[in-house]
């Protein structure tokens, strides 16, 4: 059997060991140099780095797992897309070799690494072993190659490209979060972007749970011919899952109190409310659920507390990659200095206008500094976001917030959203030296 793996991120390396683990004659290209090559090779792995050589086409493979961030109309995917090769994706793959694992399956425009991170966190409270993975954390392919099928719970992040490359992916509950225009770079068209995150509760059946979003109007048009038992969500509705009064209730039962949840903000109630859900789904006891969300910090790069400094407190929202996540951000203040641009996934800015009554004073900078402009004459441009965060700093005076909030993703000037936040908060904190 042979496995052709494109893309050699974690994912793609986690996965070229667990199919050569498995008998698979595997080979792995990337268009960037491999630093792992020597050690792949040991096991057997042929390594095809820095680009994809013609000689792979000229291979008949069993398998193609594709990195979801490739996009199908790159040369080398499409020419085997054209063949009528299906790109797999890794996580599939993986569960194929565990199928004793029970996971949740989280996705949406927004609030999946929140409800991911504080699902995994519940699932502590359980004997045996669990993760928080997929797109955070560990992949699951080394969970799988490390632990074997064992008694394991996952919490699993998953995205809409990851979603159109599943076969066989099966959750026991499963969410879509919300749905507002993104990646439309990708999918050229936001109802394929939808529809794709639809694919989350596809295998789902008889008493597996879909959480429904009855808040969110996209979530209600696009949740359609569900074959598993649908539990309805609601902050302001009637729904099986519900707020009312001081606490969430499940079926009229109380999860937990809202006093125990400790972040701020609208949207951190729907994360919680459903990371309660879930977790109550695959075992987790009620008294340990109302543990967990008190003890629960939050996600870094997720509205996080930086530092204040002379006055001005510092919050980092780099994970806010699109508008309708800096909306939410910007809902959890009064007024903000807000910085903002980065890489343009052509999702547009206008939705922020509403929302522009939150922002003090607006720093914009990277690609799309000047289209974001137009939507705020009164941003100030910058070329990158050293020389915003310096501005802001300047122009702060004692109780305003500075927050980082790009809209955009990180790619024009860094290459991901963690590496983004991480260079805010060493500056800002190289303001106390």
Same mark, same amino acid.
């Given at each position: 059997?042979?496995?052709?793996?494109?893309?050699?991120?974690?994912?793609?390396?986690?996965? &070229?060991?667990?199919?050569?683990?498995?008998?698979?004659?595997?080979?792995?290209?990337?268009?960037?140099?491999?630093?792992?090559?020597?050690?792949?090779?040991?096991?057997?792995?042929?390594?095809?780095?820095?680009?994809?050589?013609?000689?792979? +086409?000229?291979?008949?493979?069993?398998?193609?797992?594709?990195?979801?961030?490739?996009?199908?109309?790159?040369?080398?995917?499409?020419?085997?897309?054209?063949?009528?090769?299906?790109?797999?994706?890794?996580?599939?793959?993986?569960?194929?070799?565990?199928? @004793?694992?029970?996971?949740?399956?989280?996705?949406?425009?927004?609030?999946?690494?929140?409800?991911?991170?504080?699902?995994?966190?519940?699932? +502590?409270?359980?004997?045996?072993?669990?993760?928080?993975?997929?797109?955070?954390?560990?992949?699951?392919?080394?969970?799988?190659?490390?632990?074997?099928?064992?008694?394991?719970?996952?919490?699993?992040?998953?995205?809409?490209?990851?979603?159109?490359?599943?076969?066989?992916?099966?959750?026991?509950?499963?969410?879509?979060?919300?749905?507002?225009?993104?990646?439309?770079?990708?999918?050229?068209?936001?109802? +394929?972007?939808?529809? &794709?995150?639809?694919?989350?509760?596809?295998?789902?059946?008889?008493?597996?749970?879909?959480?429904?979003?009855?808040?969110?109007?996209?979530?209600?048009?696009?949740?359609?011919?569900?074959?598993?038992?649908?539990?309805?969500?609601?902050? @302001?509705?009637?729904?099986?899952?519900?707020?009312?009064?001081?606490?969430?209730?499940?079926?009229?039962?109380?999860?937990?109190?809202?006093?125990?949840?400790?972040?701020?903000?609208?949207?951190?109630?729907?994360?919680?409310?459903?990371?309660?859900?879930?977790?109550?789904?695959?075992?987790?006891?009620?008294? @340990?659920?109302?543990?967990?969300?008190?003890?629960?910090?939050?996600?870094?790069?997720?509205?996080?507390?930086?530092?204040?400094?002379?006055?001005?407190?510092?919050?980092?929202?780099?994970?806010?990659?699109?508008?309708?996540?800096?909306?939410?951000?910007? =809902?959890?203040?009064?007024?903000?200095?807000?910085?903002?641009?980065?890489?343009?996934?052509?999702?547009?800015?206008?939705?922020?206008?509403?929302?522009?009554?939150?922002?003090?004073?607006?720093?914009?900078?990277?690609?799309?500094?000047?289209?974001?402009?137009?939507?705020?004459?009164?941003?100030?441009?910058?070329?990158?976001?050293?020389?915003?965060?310096?501005?802001?700093?300047?122009?702060?005076?004692?109780?305003?917030?500075?927050?980082?909030?790009?809209?955009?993703? =990180?790619?024009?000037?860094? =290459?991901?959203?963690?590496?983004?936040?991480?260079?805010?908060?060493?500056?800002?904190?190289?303001?106390?030296?």
């Amino acid at each position: 059997m042979r496995a052709l793996i494109i893309g050699a991120a974690l994912s793609g390396i986690a996965n &070229a060991k667990l199919l050569a683990n498995k008998g698979y004659e595997v080979f792995l290209t990337d268009l960037k140099k491999v630093p792992a090559k020597e050690e792949l090779a040991k096991l057997g792995i042929k390594v095809y780095d820095n680009g994809h050589p013609d000689v792979l +086409k000229d291979i008949k493979y069993d398998l193609i797992v594709k990195n979801p961030g490739i996009k199908y109309d790159t040369p080398f995917v499409k020419y085997f897309c054209d063949q009528g090769c299906f790109m797999h994706n890794e996580a599939d793959i993986a569960l194929r070799y565990a199928p @004793d694992y029970k996971y949740a399956a989280i996705t949406g425009t927004n609030g999946k690494t929140t409800t991911t991170t504080l699902l995994g966190e519940l699932l +502590k409270y359980k004997k045996g072993k669990s993760f928080a993975c997929g797109n955070i954390g560990l992949p699951v392919s080394q969970i799988v190659l490390e632990n074997g099928n064992d008694d394991i719970d996952l919490a699993i992040e998953i995205a809409a490209f990851q979603l159109v490359a599943m076969k066989d992916f099966h959750p026991l509950v499963s969410v879509c979060m919300n749905l507002t225009p993104d990646h439309i770079d990708y999918f050229k068209d936001v109802d +394929k972007y939808y529809r &794709a995150k639809m694919l989350v509760y596809d295998k789902q059946t008889g008493d597996d749970w879909f959480l429904k979003n009855i808040d969110d109007e996209n979530v209600l048009k696009y949740a359609e011919g569900v074959k598993c038992r649908v539990i309805t969500f609601s902050i @302001d509705k009637q729904a099986d899952l519900m707020v009312e009064g001081d606490k969430v209730t499940l079926f009229g039962k109380t999860l937990f109190k809202l006093e125990d949840l400790k972040l701020p903000g609208r949207h951190n109630l729907y994360n919680a409310m459903v990371a309660a859900c879930m977790a109550h789904k695959m075992g987790v006891l009620t008294d @340990d659920i109302q543990r967990g969300i008190r003890e629960f910090k939050g996600v870094r790069h997720r509205l996080e507390y930086v530092d204040t400094i002379e006055g001005v407190t510092y919050y980092n929202d780099s994970k806010g990659t699109n508008p309708d996540a800096t909306k939410v951000a910007l =809902s959890a203040f009064d007024k903000v200095i807000l910085l903002a641009g980065g890489y343009d996934k052509k999702t547009g800015f206008d939705d922020i206008i509403p929302y522009l009554n939150h922002v003090k004073r607006m720093y914009v900078y990277g690609d799309t500094r000047h289209e974001i402009k137009r939507i705020c004459p009164e941003a100030v441009v910058c070329e990158d976001l050293k020389e915003a965060v310096l501005k802001a700093r300047e122009w702060a005076q004692s109780g305003d917030i500075i927050l980082l909030s790009p809209m955009c993703a =990180s790619w024009d000037q860094f =290459s991901n959203f963690e590496e983004r936040g991480d260079f805010f908060v060493e500056l800002v904190k190289s303001f106390r030296v």
